[in-house]
């Protein structure tokens, strides 16, 4: 069964009006960063629980689990990165403010991140009485 990886998530948003020159919008995936989609990136040093999270063509769509709030929600992993100390996982901006509405926390604490098996994965929030989700009988 896939094993939970418990930090804190942060936030990735590149698209900053302030900033002359925007960070890059690509990720590993190939694709371009999308605020609006359900997406995450996970730390360089994890991506081998993710299936590796292969960079461009070899790209294969990689799914996890994340719980913080007392909130669930299904994140397509489509970038990795050298994440701060503690950090696991870096939410894309409609991802953290699912977890964060208001995105003033920054940082969230004690989160958990669970890899999740193959690709037929809906991303977006998981219902908190929907039991369905249970690591090592996960499925469609």
Do not use: C
Request: hydrophobic letters at 40%; glycine letters at 10%.
């Amino acid at each position: 069964a896939p094993t939970m990886i418990v930090g804190i998530a942060s936030m990735y948003e590149p698209i900053d009006s302030d900033k002359k020159e925007p960070e890059s919008l690509d990720t590993a995936s190939g694709e371009l960063y999308d605020q609006t989609a359900w997406t995450a990136a996970i730390r360089a040093d994890l991506r081998t629980r993710f299936d590796g999270v292969r960079f461009g063509n070899n790209y294969k769509p990689a799914f996890a689990l994340v719980e913080a709030a007392n909130k669930r929600a299904i994140v397509r992993i489509n970038d990795v990165g050298p994440l701060a100390p503690g950090r696991v996982i870096d939410l894309n901006l409609r991802s953290m403010q699912y977890f964060d509405p208001t995105l003033e926390l920054g940082l969230l604490n004690g989160v958990h991140v669970t890899p999740l098996p193959g690709t037929y994965w809906t991303p977006g929030p998981v219902a908190g009485n929907d039991k369905t989700i249970r690591v090592g009988s996960l499925g469609p």
